[in-house]
């Protein structure tokens, strides 16, 4: 079996004694796990968050237990949310907070979501319609 197309569960299985397969894990998930800590610490701190989750990752991969799911993103989100906690507890200590800066977060996740969202569409749409274009060539009598 190519590992490209295992399961996280396989991948995670393997990655106990093949450490470097975590790569996989890494391009699969990374993007959401940034998302979500860049929702919540800014896109600035998140870059450095996310090579913490990562480093984390592989120092547990030994104790990681498969999600009934089958993927890994819970537990990477529980790492994030750990990583995230440690980070927010040590710059509350560094600066205190604006208060005069108000962060609508429900919008930002909205906007971050509808752009996603978007992809997958744009991505359907041009599925369907190159699926339409061909039905129509081959059907005789259409114009």
Avoid: C
């Amino acid at each position: 079996m190519e590992m490209d197309e295992a399961t996280d569960t396989e991948v995670l299985a393997r990655s106990r004694t093949h450490p470097e397969l975590l790569g996989l894990i890494y391009e699969r998930h990374a993007p959401a796990v940034f998302r979500y800590l860049a929702r919540r610490a800014g896109p600035v701190a998140a870059e450095d968050l996310l090579g913490e989750v990562f480093v984390a990752v592989v120092e547990a991969r030994l104790r990681v237990q498969p999600h009934a799911t089958g993927s890994a993103l819970p537990w990477l989100y529980g790492i994030a949310g750990n990583v995230l906690r440690t980070h927010l507890r040590r710059s509350r200590f560094a600066s205190p907070p604006d208060p005069h800066v108000i962060v609508d977060w429900d919008a930002i996740d909205e906007r971050v979501d509808a752009t996603a969202a978007r992809r997958q569409l744009r991505a359907v749409l041009d599925a369907v319609s190159a699926t339409t274009e061909r039905s129509s060539s081959s059907s005789p009598g259409k114009a």
